[in-house]
């Protein structure tokens, strides 16, 4: 899944009463005028208690910012903004046009509207990352497990963490009662709250993943990351990106010195190796993780659970697949660059799982072995599947359900078709969150992609809805087999033509294993 292209009302959202932090008033001359320009309507001495950038949720003393959005502008919802208590509003020149005259409360004009929002809120909320040590990372796959382990690892040297990302906002594990619009990383206000949130409950650290989205619209400006990180790149997001280059740069905007004063790179991949030496030319701080090259801390042995590195740092860890030893060094070296003890933190990894990465599905004696991953790029559908390579020499068959979402990323459909059949014995090709296009067209792309590795029916099977795809490969597969539903993972629903309807893969595998059993 993507962070959204941003249709401004329909997507941007803010921090909710019961979790936002608490802002001393300002005026709104002296926190909005250092970014922005007053239009006539800017006099008088205006308290400022919070930015927005949603009409909906404006509350009393709000800064209300009206971007410009894909299908709409935020200023024609600004009488909404000011009926709801709105104290100003910060827009651009064609925002101001649109407000016509005098609005009832003082507005400004930005040239650099994101820029702006961003540090006013940072100002608002009192730099809140001056106070906390900030990790961020930054990839096509492997985000989400890299910020979990590190949050995991954080807290195992005794630090009070927050975590930012796919799996939602937490504060030591625990949720925050936050609202969230975009998937993986909060618009700059937002995020600023949130920070602000996160140390006034007393945070020490925050684990958080940056989306190319986030970098391309300033949504971390004006952090500045102790450590950042990057996992790998490939195809993905390009109906965000113009072209892969252009995904790249975005990517790597986060390692500039002005966004980060050490990294971390997994040079394995071509697009990490390339950014490595790219770093090497700043005053950023590099660390590199490798299998093969010559690299800082390159792994040199995995042993069931049981992880080796060439500098002799050792531990265990729950997650199987190479892919997820490479996250779990990762994260160690984020650690080491912050100046903390790794051996320390590297004990904290041995028992943690992550929600719909690998996620093994409790099911009774005599089922087979199934697992739920979130893999929906045909890069992460490979990796998924490569761990259980061994298993398929050994006899036991691996059947793979998978689909692809609607309405983004139409490129990928046939190569996830094609990875699956190359790394499954049985490929069950499913919806995945169709949206607003025919499933039935979606799927077929999958299939022609798995078809043109094999023309086997028995192999590449058309599974149709995904509860039914479910049960027909439980039903398919023996004693001894594995089951891997891909694609949706954590997520506990499912969008068809504008419903999210609820769907978890996990408990649906439960429930279609017992409806299999009784059928028997």
Known sequence: MTDPIEPLEASHGKVEAAGRAQAAPREFADLVMPWATPTASAVG????????????????????????????????????????????????????????????????VAADLRGAMARIAADLYAEPTDSLRMFGVTGTNGKTTTTFLLAAALRGLGLRVGSIGTLGFELDSEPLRVARTTVTTPESVDLQALLALMRDLGAQAVAMEVSSHAMVQRRTEPVRFDVAAFTNLSPEHLDFHPDMEHYFEAKAALFSPDHCRAAVVNIDDEAGARLAERIRGTDVELRTVSWREPADYRITEVSGRHVRLASGLEFDLLLPGDFNVTNAVTALAMIELAGLDRAAA???????????????????????????????????????????????????????????????????????????????????????????????????????????????PARVIDGGERRAAIGLALRTAGVNDVVVVLGKGHEQGQEIRGRVVPFDDASVIVEEWRAAEGDR
């Open 346 to 456: 590297a004990g904290a990894l041995g028992t943690v799982t992550v929600p719909g990465r690998m996620q093994p599905v409790d099911l009774p004696s005599g089922a087979p072995t199934a697992f739920v991953d979130f893999a929906h790029t045909p890069e992460a559908v490979r990796s998924a599947l490569a761990v259980f390579g061994r298993d398929r020499t050994r006899g036991r068959r691996v059947i793979a359900v998978l689909g692809c979402g609607g309405d983004r990323d139409r490129v990928k459909r046939e190569p996830m078709g094609r990875v699956a059949a190359e790394g499954a014995d049985i490929v069950v090709v499913t919806d995945d969150n169709p949206r607003s296009e025919d499933p039935a067209a979606i799927r077929a792309r999958v299939l022609a992609g798995a078809r043109s590795v094999t023309d086997d």
């Open 45 to 108: 001495a205006v308290p400022v208690t919070g930015v927005c950038l949603d009409s909906r949720l404006v509350r009393a003393g709000d800064l209300y910012v009206a971007l410009p959005g894909t299908r709409a502008h935020g200023a024609d919802f600004a009488a909404k903004a000011v009926a709801a208590g709105a104290a100003g509003i910060l827009t651009d020149a064609e925002g101001a046009e649109r407000l016509g005259g005098d609005v009832g409360v003082p507005v400004a």
